[in-house]
């Protein structure tokens, strides 16, 4: 079967359901962040620090389209995936769930978000992006809800 792939704002939880998900359906857990740091060696903040943020999507491509193909995982996503255009062939490979949290609950204090901009509007940006990229969506307010909701809509 497909993968499922997790997309949504940083810090909306597609790590953490992410990995509740795969535990739950005994499936191997992917996390794009560590695909990154495995491949470049560095974590996407060092590069986009010491090489800028064109550099770090092109990386962040590279990784997509390295686990694109893998069947039967859960794989969480970076919160800028759906800013390029050029990825979305590889999420639609995989089933995508997009992953929705208050913007009020997101946990970005202090965090380097993309090009410098509040939660809100990167929210503002990228909302119709998760919306139309994904095939599902579901709340996290509670993670065994959300793994249970994810369930019930893949009948998995
Ligand atoms: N349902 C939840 N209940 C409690 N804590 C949660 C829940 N979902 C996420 N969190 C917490 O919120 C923070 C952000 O979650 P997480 O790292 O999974 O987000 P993310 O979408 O993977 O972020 P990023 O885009 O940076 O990869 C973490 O500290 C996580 O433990
Ligand atoms: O949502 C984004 O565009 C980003 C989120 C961060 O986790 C980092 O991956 C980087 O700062 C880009
Ligand atoms: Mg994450």
Redesign the pocket.
Known sequence: MKSII?I???????????EALAKSLQRPFI?L?DVFIERVQRTPQEVVKQDGHELFRRLETECLASVADIQDAVI?T??GIVTEERNRPYLEKNIIIY?K?ELDD??VEG?PLAKGLSAAALFAERRSLYESWSHYEVE????EQ?VADIRRLLNL
């Open positions: 997790l949504g704002m940083p810090s909306s939880g597609k790590t953490y359901v992410g996390d962040d969480s970076g919160g992953v949290r997101l946990d965090r996290n307010h509670d993670a959300a």
